[in-house]
């Protein structure tokens, strides 16, 4: 997960001279893109990393599906609940400490970064993330819903919570309709800022996104 953040080293190539222009793919479970450059503005191993950053990359598909955990119970399996639900809370811990390094790491980049805007975007994304991440552990460990951050603006989802019959229920409630209640209001991705990267390094860019995304 953290390989992404090579991004922040960039070695952009400032030569003025046109080149002959290339091509880079790339594909998330949001959407497929193709980034055509030219090498003499951009070297393609700094254009593959930073398109993690993009709108569609790997860093906003890893946000979006941060909590797309499957504890491993089904119905009618609540007896074997706790075992699992150990592993789950382990994972989350796992989570909430990766959080917070990326997002350490990318509230670090200097203001002159072409991209600054949108790393400061994904680094408060991140921090959220690692709330959420460890909100949901303290859930599982208590079924305290005062332990959800953000859970006060959606008070019938509270309710459900609270009268959910079994320890299933009440995880799969909270990881599905929770999160959402979490983030209703964080930011957007700023798209202007990647639209200007891509205008001043002269990449073309053509996205076809995936249904649903």
Not at 2 to 14: D, E, K, P, T, Y
Not at 82 to 91: G, K, Q
Not at 163 to 175: D, G, N, Q, S, V
């Amino acid at each position: 997960m953290n390989r992404f953040i090579v991004v922040l080293v960039l070695a952009f190539s400032s030569t003025a001279f046109a080149g002959k222009r290339q091509t880079v793919s790339t594909s998330t479970l949001l959407a497929t893109a193709k980034l055509s450059f030219d090498p003499k503005k951009i070297d393609k191993k700094s254009l593959q990393e930073i398109a993690t950053l993009a709108p569609y990359g790997l860093v906003e598909h890893s946000k979006r599906r941060w909590l797309d955990l499957d504890c491993g119970i089904s119905a009618g399996e609540e007896s074997n609940a706790s075992c699992l639900f150990d592993a789950t809370i382990a994972t989350l811990q796992k989570k909430t400490i990766e959080a917070l390094a990326i997002a350490e790491t990318l509230a670090k980049v200097p203001s002159s970064h072409p991209l600054v805007r949108v790393t400061r975007y994904f680094a408060a994304s991140f921090q959220l993330r690692a709330t959420l991440s460890s909100d949901l552990r303290r859930y599982l460990q208590t079924w305290d819903t005062s332990v959800l951050t953000g859970l006060g603006a959606c008070p019938d989802l509270r309710k459900e919570l609270d009268a959910a019959a079994t320890p299933l229920e009440k995880y799969e409630m909270a990881r599905l309709y929770w999160e959402i209640c979490a983030t209703r209001n964080e930011p957007l991705y700023p798209a202007d800022a990647w639209d200007a990267f891509l205008k001043l390094y002269d990449v073309k860019e053509r996205v076809s996104w995936n249904e649903g995304s």
